[in-house]
């Protein structure tokens, strides 16, 4: 007899879980149900300040698969649908359609929760006021996006963003690839940033090396700058950012200030909740406690293999491949998600910033006792053309010399070496172990020391001094 | 009581060892001495395509550190002097000063054997004809520069290379990298390949793509091509390159058909070697059975963690790691050289090619059975600028999963994409493993499914299915 699956978010971690399942089992095996209160599925949110900056040229490329296309595979994705209750007892979900506004309950047999994050919006007055866009998603990005148009086009000395103000609160991931893309488009670009550094995903001192080479291409980042008020003109638009110290006028502000979990529905019907507000899974990706319900995505919390706590982490990545398991459980395979290591990579303009593994303070927060050496190396052979500084940052645990974290800013070939440490923390590697790694070497791609490598080396030997 | 420790080969390993060596230990504890017959010290082989193609100045730049450099570190270098004689049981070795001919004996405590490789050139009429050039050291790579120059500067119709005609013998990575650095210089190359496909270190399915890209470049490659003779013209100089089937017209040859382990010293003094004629070593690199006697680099045979067996593999990489290996323990730390997976890396133009562990001849050859998989995928995600296609191959143990070896061929990000495999085979990770690795994503790094992630799922469906 016919199952049926509904799942609640038509974007990865939801639509991966409907694909996987879809292969495994036939529409007469299975029935799919998807709801998406957007108008899109399955995107690349993360590709957004991109289009934005126009390095990718419309939001149709940021799409991997349409609704249509979805449906064409025997998923039945119904977008502008919003699920308002789940009703686990009952095993049946309440929803509504945002067009006609029509309610209604579908049952399931088994659920995939995958609601994603919802943006932290500074709680100050204006936050809500026209020309403050957060970049959730591709709705938001085509906001932002129609206007940034008006705003160029409207300029008094011709048209283009040229004396355009732009401030982005927030100076996270999203806050600096939006500073890059406000800065492409030409606009005189201001961070506000509440950390004592740009990234605060990084340690400060590498942090620093962010906000000088930020500082480098143009753009102005403001640290400890907690914004208090967003001004606005007559016309009700916005006009100035305002923090406790200075006003930051702004034709333009974008909020890069972090998300939450979105899981007020999973929260509602008594669904299991951690300490950041996500759900909480075993490795199955199954809710604790409940047999048919699966969440995956950004509204769920993993399990971090270095700290071993649960953290929350959004990231497409991870979205990914949570809905590939869920898919593969649910079509009656056998799959986990065992955890993650706290890899991200970004850029700004030429800049490429990564970590991974545990940075000082979270290492701190958990008890651990570690060394950190820092080593200044280059992305090639010092002697082969184009080869670019890169400064790697290295956390090892004392006695037992174990990796904690790794972290690196510099040029091209900066961010994918940050890769070697995350497999090398996934395996429990020590530094010392670190230090006879095979890794590629020719000149046009490495020194023949790596410059992880090399990192490896000098916190083998700190924790030997450390003692 | 002051020691003294005998260094043969002043190169990555002899002087990678003498300089830790003298980390460790002061003058007055450890005296150095240290014997090169050429007239240069630690320096970049592998910078050579480079230096002859252009994309490197000169030849100073190649040089770490000159031999002044180590006599200011009281590493007592004599270079022009060759070893010619190593008496293991008095301790001692005799040298010969290739300038004054003057040969004398020095007697040692601690003895570092680091001779190097040297080239097999085939043994065919005329392959020392000139015009036939090596490119193992400095001194082969000036003369080559030397008569590029001299051949550049007599065209008949002006100055440069246009028109000429460059042979290279051997499609490994010496071959195509010293193709790539004649073709930039602006020669017609054609490459003479003794195997099926060029870079015969991966399989026959990839090394074709590199055989595609190479003809794309302007590179002629003819496969199975055994050189039978060189020709030479009137006045001596080569002429023409033939085959069985055809002859070559070259007014340049470059050999770039491997290497072998460089231990007539060490066969003369007993010790011992391996199938390959490498010498044998302990995880310290003490040669077996000899407390007082190390050796490294080219010259020694090295574990392949992935086969279990000993193999020879010249890279500078492994040398510098070996190196200090010997210097830690003889200045009385410790440290070992675990062994080594097969990671390589090169580029012919844009073209990056890279591999570790087995590929399918050599796991066939230590009896592993085993399933191979084949993905394309790109270098970003889809969407954004410059994503780049990638050829990625992996083969997996049947029913256990292990990860056996993987092989990239792409563009762009694709060459160090391969440490991910290097750092998965040395922690022996399975395939299923290998899906959960937590690796760096966003849009200008990476599609989100990393193309080593995709091959690992795909590898792992391969697995379940072969049973």
Known sequence: MSERLVVIGGDAAGMSAASQARRLKSPG??????????????????????????????????????????????????????????????????????ESGTEEWTGF???????????????????????????????????????????????????????????????GYIGVEMAEALLNRGYEVTVLNRSEQPMATLDPDMGRLVHAAMDGLGIRTVNSAAVTKVLTGPDGRVRAVATDDEEYPADVVVLGTGVEPETTLAEEAGLPLGAYGGLLTDLAMRVRGHGNVWAGGDCVEVLDLVSGRMRHV???THANKQGQVIGSNVGGDYATFPGMVGTAVSKVCDLEIARTGLREKEAREVGLRFVTVTVESTSRAGYYPGAAPMTVKML????????????????????????????????????????????????????????????????????????
């Open 396 to 467: 090892a645990e004392r006695r037992t010399g174990r990796l904690l974290g790794t972290q690196i800013v510099g040029r091209e070939g900066a961010a994918k070496r940050v890769d070697v440490a995350a497999v090398a923390l996934t395996a429990k590697m020590t530094v010392e172990q670190m230090t006879a790694l095979d890794l590629g070497y020719a000149p046009p791609f490495s020194p023949v020391w790596d410059p992880v490598l090399v990192a490896a080396r000098k916190a083998t030997a700190a924790v030997r001094a450390a003692g």
């Open 314 to 316: 959004a990231l497409g």
């Open 29 to 98: 095996e299975l029935e799919i149900v998807a709801f998406e209160r957007g108008h899109f599925s399955s995107y690349s949110a993360c590709g957004i300040p991109y289009w934005v900056g126009g390095d990718v040229g419309s939001r149709d490329e940021l799409i991997a698969r349409s609704p249509e296309e979805h449906r064409a595979r025997d998923i039945g994705l119904r977008t502008r649908t919003e699920v308002t209750e789940i009703d686990v007892d009952r095993q049946r979900v309440r929803s509504r359609d945002l």
């Open 109 to 171: 047999d088994k659920l995939v929760i995958a609601t994603g994050a919802r943006p932290l919006r500074p709680p100050v007055p204006g936050i809500d006021a026209p020309g403050v866009h957060g970049v959730q998603n591709l709705d938001d990005g085509q906001a932002l996006i129609d206007a940034l148009s008006r705003t160029e086009d409207s300029g008094a000395g011709g048209s283009g963003a040229e004396g355009r103000r732009a401030v982005v609160v927030g100076a």
